[in-house]
């Protein structure tokens, strides 16, 4: 293991199914960084925690981490309650410097993927 | 107008930009598809819901819609409460075809978008 980490932000549910999609994103993306610590965590109703998360990262080595959020678009989560837990977690672990990703429906690759995967589908 | 119709069904937030995203893809599938009539309708906060889309695609003269669910994954929102919602809305309009499409998270080629995107984004 390197000292970088990825880490997954997802909002979570209380249908345990509900995760699966986001832990195929984490197998992809430890297939793709197999040196990289990859690890998921969830703001409601899952486990680990970001708080959690983060701490076993770091207890592990982790001094670069970069935040996922998997949320389609910035609503009150991204925009108020996150940015109140990386300033929580920035202060909790200051040798570990955390980069932040935006929301998946900010990037026109993503949106124009999922049209294209809306019109695949079409029966119409 | 042809007789179809894409209806993209979100969450909603409280915070209006939430909905961008869902804009954006709207427009990419009516550029597309000119002559389907394509709706956004949303669970919560924002309007139109779901009911109120349908009412209005069925009255411009729609008579079948694929129903595409904009959320990241399969939870209680999907697997209970939109096939309550699907069952109501088929009652309402017998006339009207309704296609139910799944999750985005359903996907591969979503996910791996999601992974390339991640990889191309990370500065480590």
Redesign the interface.
């Known amino acids: 293991m390197n000292d ?1 980490a ?1 880490i ?1 932000f ?2 979570g ?3 345990p ?6 832990e ?2 984490k197998q ?2 430890q297939a ?2 197999p040196r ?1 610590q990859v690890a998921l965590a969830f703001q409601d109703f899952m486990s680990p925690t970001l708080d959690e998360a983060v701490a076993q990262l770091a207890a592990l080595g982790a001094k ?1 981490a ?1 935040l ?1 959020p ?7 989560h991204l ?1 108020q309650d996150l940015p109140r837990l990386v300033a929580k977690i920035r202060g909790q672990h200051p040798q570990l410097e955390l ?1 932040l ?1 935006p ?5 026109p ?11 695949r ?4």
Not at 103 to 107: C, F, K, L, R, T
Not at 109 to 119: F, G, K, M, P, T
Not at 121 to 124: N, P
């Open positions: 970088q990825i997954l997802a909002h549910a209380r249908d199914d509900w995760a699966g999609p986001f195929k994103i992809q993306l793709a960084r990289t670069r970069v996922v998997l949320f389609m678009a910035q609503g009150g925009k980069q990703m929301a998946i429906g900010d990037s690759e993503i949106l124009q993927a999922i049209s294209d995967w809306v019109l589908g079409l029966a119409i």
